[in-house]
């Protein structure tokens, strides 16, 4: 039986959204139409994903990073944006560390009947499809895992990787013929993101080494640094739709633990991942694509969940060469 309306809340950031992609299918292959409840940082990645049909957009307290006050007017405002889309069905995806019930409660007051989500604590009459998953899994997986158990699965002949739209905008215009290097900055946590020396000597060993580089990433002034005269710039110049179709024709991505990291393994593109380990490899790592995963994963950071490293020096990604970024490159792009 084809379910109407559900709606699948995610409510963090374009990484966490992407990685949401295969849950999301399946539940639009069980369902009518998929309406996904989203956070700002994630909006634009939500209407890159297969099977999504409409969104809702609003700033969680208790999930964004910068939680806005809690209004009244505005969680009413959210409660009867919920009920006019006459769900009687949702999906809430968390990280491990994150609670569904705050969300779970307010679905309630919105007159959704059913309500799955993972939890570990007592959810009392908010769920009805309490699901538990192993840690430590890939978050992709863990989100399919909790499609699954509230009666979804993928369409037949879905393999469950991570997937775009096939419709996005053609940035030949930008970055000319494909085949470059992509190098991306910054990250949402700026415990995560590819150190700003490191990122320059490589753009630089790549330029040397015959190889076009394109950097990306959200501030353009400061990665001009990293580009000087050497590579493109296209920092600050793209929407997200825009980067994708970027990374989608790179031949390789390095990258910190960021969304565009996610963005390229949803469009095969091989990844070298500087990952500082305030979060599990084994869980956020670019997922089921060709990566290099770079980084000390038993430095002392691992699992503080840390978005500014609490360590001084940054040990975990210190010991990581541009040597070891361009071998970890060489080895996936192949021949040229």
Known sequence: M????VIVARMDSMGDVVLSGPAVRAVAHGSERVVMLVGPRGAAA???????????????PWIDPVPPAVER?????LISRIAETGAREALILTSYHQSPLPLALLLRM???????????????SLLDVRHRSAPGIPEPERALSLAEAAGFGLAPGDDGRLALTEALPDTVGMTGPDGYVAVHLGADAPARELPRA???????????RGHRVVVTGSDGASASSVAADHALNLAGRTSTGELADVLRRARVLAVGNTGPAHL????????????????????WAP??????????????????RARQCPVPGHPCLRGVTAQDVLTAIEELEGPR
Do not use: N
Request: some cysteine.
């Open 287 to 304: 997922y089921g694509v060709a990566r290099r995963v770079l980084g000390d994963q038993g430095a002392p950071c691992a699992g503080t």
């Open 264 to 283: 390229a393994a949803a469009l095969r593109t091989p990844v070298v991942s500087l990952f500082a380990p305030v979060v599990p490899a084994s869980a």
């Open 110 to 124: 919105a007159g959704v009947g059913r309500v799955s989500a993972i939890s570990d604590d007592y959810p009392g």
């Open 73 to 77: 007017a505005d969680v009413d405002a």
């Open 198 to 208: 490191l990122a320059s000597e490589v753009a630089r060993a790549l330029h040397d």
């Open 46 to 60: 939500a209407q890159l994903l297969p099977g999504v049909d409409g969104t809702i957009v609003w700033r969680s």
């Open 2 to 5: 084809t379910a109407g309306t």
